[in-house]
């Protein structure tokens, strides 16, 4: 493993270093040009059409305009310069047989005393006319380029006046080359890039790729990528599909949270257009409640994030709902194993449009939620199976005026859990119902809603602000009602309440062609809510009961600002300054950020590189003593006097080089370090009671130890995408340690989430009716403690010494390499009129049982372990209409 | 950059850098549970095993130790005896604070504790249900299958509450103390799910259980006998109860003795493993009359 991995890295390194400098062009066939005095559009228009070459031109510079010339050759540039011979026009390349028509007077990219101007504009879609954030603009000639923000708008000033040669990409959609006006707010509609059989990649298109974003470790995948990629539950899900990049792990199995780069799920932040989401989880965190179709656009900074972002130390997705279609209105139905959904959007008005989505299980519906059931003793009973979970997604916004836009934006997601049954289940479903004297009942719901304006306005074609208000609560809730005997009953009732209330005021100040600038404030209040309400009745007469509320406030405020500094034409630079305080416990923290980009060749190599700290004032916590609430049970615990917020330093360095017009080939290095975040007091804790300690922050922080950890490693992934086939895979190695110095650990350890090892890859092909795809990943297992010596104590009560092993070394061990691959078939056809998409996702087809957990009987002669094991093969299927 | 470079490297590295394996250091351990005088105290020194042979307690006994009980008063020398017990000639008064200390061949055990005052059961009382009640007898989970192995049947919940008093000559220094109680019918049987709500041992903070109008520390646990039917009365039987009182080291170690098999007790043993605890202990076995169905509850045992 290790050899391949060493291998791996000298080919990518290799390549990285070795190629340079561009091939030259050779065109083929030979060119004949023959005009005289012939209009200059006929003959531009003759030249395109013969020889095949893009040539982009203004009408309102050809017109009038004629040229002269014989030319028989086959060098293009010296066919064009024949041909615009004496017009006051030159052709310049911008692209592999892609030239544009400029004047040769203008706009020549020299800094001279001309007046100049702002060039600036909004990207949208051409389908949907939605906005396009991050997407690229670029000036070939002044080696200069911007990304627009969440509006879509971009602003490069300093521009002499004139026609510019401007080029737009998008990850997902095709390039568009244009003549833009200074001092005149365009609109660029970008058209989506068909993924079908035969598309063939432009070999300069690569150019147009390399990103200016300069902080490493991003990734912004476009939602058809992520519709493309194997899942599970038979439907597109983001965090599933993450989970195919390199150094994103799940918790368990098939559920938990995301595990980036060895951090803690609660280290990430996930945002939905600018409002916090905390527990963005569905089906006992099985899929995730990002209904992969109502987004825009999805980010997710691994490690370090720019100075917008912060309060965590491990990555922050940030997901922009679409605004809806301006131009037609559209609706998909979709049916998978686990849900139904749907999408509808529609134009209003001219400058106005919606989204709304939905989705929703159907469990509950097809084997029912309330079962009224009797025996022949005349005895009546109501048994319930309920479990459902929805969604609900929507999105209206208007261009108020041209230059001001707002949006509502809207979600709720619920799980409810509903049970009431008998004891003695079996795999036999109809024995199930029947009254019972002895049963369990669980009452659970859990849930977000969020509710988010933002209103956007261009003060100036340099000045962008963006105000947002937000208010985003989460929600749990069990009660239990456990009869194991007609005498004994356990009764609780559990309740959980986070919400957040925030205002985000950000600005986007173009200052120059080498500055500009990014700032704002935010402002959130917390407001934390629980409570426990439990008793026991053990007999007739012995009862305990608990009874806890618990009330914090918090107020976490911050001011940021950062600029992106374009020294030179290869170098960007961006340093930031983010100051934040938190009421509770009075902290105040200056975390600053500095990432650099040089391109050394914008298709060849471009490095990333930068340093920042972060803050993380709300840790996750989970009482890890009572069974009683144990599917709600995690808290969010504010920092406090008590418990000092969770810091991090993290160092990053990134390459992207694309050596060949298919291939693009990344690498990434990080190390990170943390302080006070909170381990486990004692790891070995196991639940052991119905009821614990409480639900008190005390209680719970007793459970937890102040530590630090460590984390550093490497990710290398190489990417093709020729016509129909598409390639991913990737490496990652690297550690993340941990220890508590509180407890006497003098070393650190493995983290709980330490994978030193991982490989991926991808292989689909996308056609006209047929996509297929496989996905594999292999990866070191989890740590795991695993004992070292066996002994015996005979305690004051017991009759014999009793056996027990002795674990001296937390995270010692680890568990089996985790394997799966998967297998996604989609097929498209039509039929009724309504264009359909059918879907079978084929999860781990080689049935390997990865082990995710291991026990030890200590009465065994000789120390096996016992396994727990995943998910075997399972087919999952998916049907979709699209109107 | 170099360090830069170096983080490439070690991540590059990944598992080669990771830790070869377990160890199996060979360890003392140490059990001894010292109670006033006039008991004398009693050590037991083993050592352990590897975890991939076979293992005896009786073989793992070690004989040739040296073992010390150092006081303010002075030093306690314990003498070998059979089978790698030593015990002391004379006992320590209650309240006095030790460190014991154990030497073998060059290595080195050693675990401070208190010898706690002397505690007795004042009196049981036993409330039996006129009737057995309907109950699950689960006995366990197979998550990998789904199975459930489950039966369901009669059980007594039996309540018994133990009553003590006050340490003699209690001062607020007393009020470290933690106390272990236990219910063992002689005749058990267990249930995954009735365990969690049966009571049949504790441990918790003495002062917990004080009932200042009764001036005296009072617990009520609660186990069950087994039946066939409905009408089966309660069948004669007989029900060892224990009271033990220690320091808040015993009481980690009892709280920490279940789920064998994810983990271990923990010890106070410094360069080893066991415990070593002060312990006042008291118990007695009570016979437990059959009765006829639907009598008056009643108190049916006192010491």
Known sequence: ????????????????????????????????????????????????????????????????????????????????????????????????????????????????????????????????????????????????????????????????????????????????????????????????????????????????????????????????????????????????????????????????????????????????????????????????????????????????????????????????????????????????????????????????????????????????????????????????????????????????????????????????????????????????????????????????????????????????????????????????????????????????????????????????????????????????RSSLDGRIQRSATAQDTLTNTNRVEAMDMAAYVEDTWRPTARLRVQPGLRVSSFSEGQYLYVTPRLFAQYTFDPVYFILRGGFSRQVQYLQHLRDRYSFAYDLVSIRWVPASDEVRPGRSRQASLGAESRPLPSLTLTADAYWRDLRDILLPEDPFRVKDGLIGPGIDVGTLLGQYTPGVGRAYGVELSARYEQGPWRVWASYAGGRALDRAPEQGDETLRPARFDVPREARTVIARVGQRWDVSLAGTVRSGYPHTVPEARYVVQGPFDAEPVRYLHRPNINNGRLPAYMRFDVSVGYRFGWAGVAWEAELQLYNILNRRNVFDRFYDPDQPTLRGEDRLGLPFLPLLELQASL | MMRLVVVLLAGLCGAACDSGGPVAPEQLVVEAFIEASPQTPRVVVRRSGLPDASYAPAAALVDGATVHARTAAGTLTFAPEAGGTYTAAVGLPARTPFKLEVEVEGARATASGLVPPQIALADIAINVPDTPVEAVLLEGFDLDSLGVTLDEGFIYPIEVTLRWARPAGYSPADSVYWVQTRLAPVVAFTSTVLDFFLLAEDVFNEQTAWQPGARRYEWTGVYAILVETRTTPLPVHELDVGLLRSTEAYARFARTRADRDRREPLSNVAGGLGIVAGIALDSTRLHVPQRPMASTPQTVGEK
């Open chain 1, 1 to 528: 493993m290790l050899r391949s991995a060493v291998v791996w890295s000298v080919l990518f390194g290799g390549l990285l270093l070795v190629w340079s400098g561009t091939a030259p062009e050779v065109w083929a066939q030979r060119i004949v040009v023959s005009t005289e005095a012939e209009p200059l559009d006929v003959g531009l228009r003759r030249f395109r059409a013969e020889t095949g070459v893009d040539l982009v031109f203004a009408q309102r510079l050809v017109r009038g305009k004629r040229s002269s010339c014989r030319y028989e050759g086959n060098s293009l540039d010296d066919a064009l310069a024949c041909l615009l011979r004496g017009t006051g026009l030159k052709a310049e390349a911008v692209r592999r047989r892609q030239y544009v028509i400029v004047s040769d007077t203008v706009a020549e990219p020299v800094l001279s005393s001309a007046r100049r101007g702002v060039l600036a504009g909004f990207v949208t879609d051409a389908e949907t006319g939605e906005a396009l954030p991050s997407a690229h603009v670029a000036l070939p000639a002044w080696q200069i380029g911007t990304i627009t923000n969440e509006a879509g708008y971009f602003a490069l000033p300093s521009l002499p006046e004139g026609l510019h040669y401007v080029r737009f990409s998008y990850l997902g959609y095709e390039v568009q080359d244009t003549l833009l006006a200074i001092n005149q707010r365009s609109r660029i509609a970008l058209q989506p890039q068909a993924f079908v059989a035969g598309a063939v990649t432009i070999e300069d298109e690569r150019r147009n790729r390399a990103s200016l974003q300069v902080v490493p470790g991003l990734l912004n995948m476009p939602v058809q990528q992520v519709e493309a990629l194997p899942s599970f539950g038979g439907e597109a899900d983001l965090f599933h599909t993450l989970e195919w990049m390199p150094g994103i792990n799940k918790l368990g199995s098939v559920n938990g949270g995301m595990v980036i780069r060895g951090g803690t799920p609660d280290q990430n932040l996930y945002l939905i257009d600018g409002a916090p989401v905390y527990h963005p989880w569905h089906a006992f965190s099985l899929i995730s409640t990002f209904q992969t179709e109502t987004f825009q656009e999805v980010k997710l900074w691994r490690g370090a994030f720019p100075a917008e972002h912060g309060g965590r130390l491990s990555s922050v997705m940030e997901a922009q709902l679409r605004d809806g279609n301006r131009d037609a209105p559209q609706a998909q139905a979709a049916l998978s194993l686990l849900s139904g959904r749907f999408v509808i959007e529609s134009p209003i008005t001219s400058n106005a449009s919606f989204m709304l989505a939905g989705r929703r299980s159907y469990l509950d519906k097809l084997i029912g939620q309330q079962h009224p059931v009797s025996n022949a003793a005349g005895q009546r009973d109501t048994l319930r199976t309920g479990y459902y979970f929805y969604d609900w997604n929507a999105k209206l916004s208007l261009d108020l005026t041209p230059r001001s836009k707002l949006s509502f934006s809207f979600y709720r997601g619920r799980d409810v859990l509903d049970l009431r049954l008998p004891f003695d289940l079996s795999l036999d479903f109809s024995s199930w119902l029947r009254p019972a004297d002895l049963f369990f009942e669980v009452d659970q719901n859990w849930g977000n809603r969020l509710y988010a304006m933002r209103y956007q306005y261009l003060f100036s074609s340099r000045f962008f602000v963006s105000v947002n208000v937000y208010n985003s609560a989460y929600e749990a809730a069990e009660g239990s009602v456990i009869r194991p005997t007609s005498s004994a009953l356990l009764a609780s009732q559990y309740r959980v309440r986070l919400r957040d209330i925030g205002l985000r005021i950000s600005g986007d100040y173009v200052h120059s062609q080498q500055h500009q600038l990014h700032f704002g404030i935010q402002v959130a209040q917390h407001r934390f």
